[in-house]
């Protein structure tokens, strides 16, 4: 499968692009990574340079893409870091030349927006291009628990609550789309365990597996490429979510006491031949 791209880019570390690239790539997928900004590292570290590719800039590229020919053979467009509120059109054109040529293609979208301790770090002016621009569109989102509720104004403390928030935003979204959210840390959930949760108009599955406190740099970028790689081969909401929980334990387990994810020493774990984690249907 051919999949573009469009986030961020860091040279050191893995967030974005640098955290999506190599595991689809493993995962048997062409890539064609389009970055929304260049950075010297995550902006978690005290100092970073680098700088924001201007929404002219990201929409050359794709526009070369097209240029080439080879959008017409794109199967799935997957976008997280904005950057720039404006490369949100530029996703848009995307999108929309991706499904002129190919009606079935898969668009993925990341609302990388903010996370619980850190709450929002990117423009004001990003989540609303996310609600009223970009989901409607999508035929997949990966909020984490902060996203979901920043964006329905829900709450995902109890099992209920969560279902609930995350039926308001398949509202907004295109008939049959899907919801995976991410780092679900319930109230009445179990211990020592974080959830995914992912609701389809088919079903709902719900997945835990072992919390790791580590680098939270990253991991929701790697899980949602693990999350479309896996899909695109099997069309299976339930084996991608098994799957991809499997990898991303994988990838947190290999950077216990780490300051980044160690996705390549990983990478042979990233395609589980058998999932170490079930997913359950709810409803």
Request: glycine content about 8%; aromatic content about 6%.
């Amino acid at each position: 499968m051919n999949i573009l791209s469009i986030q961020s880019r860091v040279a050191y570390g893995h967030v974005g692009n640098s955290a999506a690239v190599f595991p689809l790539q493993r995962l048997g997928h062409e890539v064609w990574p389009v970055d929304t900004v260049s950075f010297s590292n995550h902006l978690g570290y005290p100092t970073w340079s680098g700088r924001t590719c201007a929404p002219s800039e990201v929409a050359d590229i794709v526009d070369g893409l097209a240029r080439l020919g080879v959008l017409a053979r794109c199967d799935a467009v997957l976008t997280g870091y904005l950057g720039d509120p404006g490369n949100g059109v530029v996703v848009l054109d995307a999108v929309a030349r991706m499904r002129a040529a190919n009606p079935q293609g898969v668009y993925a979208c990341d609302p990388v927006m903010g996370d619980r301790g850190a709450g929002l770090f990117v423009k004001p002016d990003v989540p609303p291009i996310f609600l009223e621009r970009l989901l409607p569109v999508a035929d997949m989102t990966f909020p984490n628990a902060f996203e979901l509720e920043y964006l329905t104004g829900g709450s995902t403390d109890r099992l209920p609550d969560a279902l609930a928030a995350v039926d308001a935003l398949r509202a907004r979204m295109r008939p049959g789309a899907l919801v995976v959210l991410t780092s679900l840390l319930r109230s009445d959930g179990p211990a020592d365990r974080i959830e995914v949760l992912a609701a389809s108009d088919a079903a709902t599955w719900l997945i835990d597996a072992p919390y790791h406190a580590g680098p939270p740099h990253g991991a929701g970028d790697c899980f949602a490429a693990l999350f479309l790689g896996h899909y695109l081969r099997s069309r299976r909401i339930e084996t991608a979510l098994a799957l991809a929980v499997s990898a991303i334990h994988a990838v947190l387990e290999a950077s216990l006491d780490a300051l980044e994810l160690h996705i390549v020493a990983a990478q042979d774990r990233l395609d589980p031949p058998v999932a170490l984690f079930a997913a359950r249907r709810i409803r």
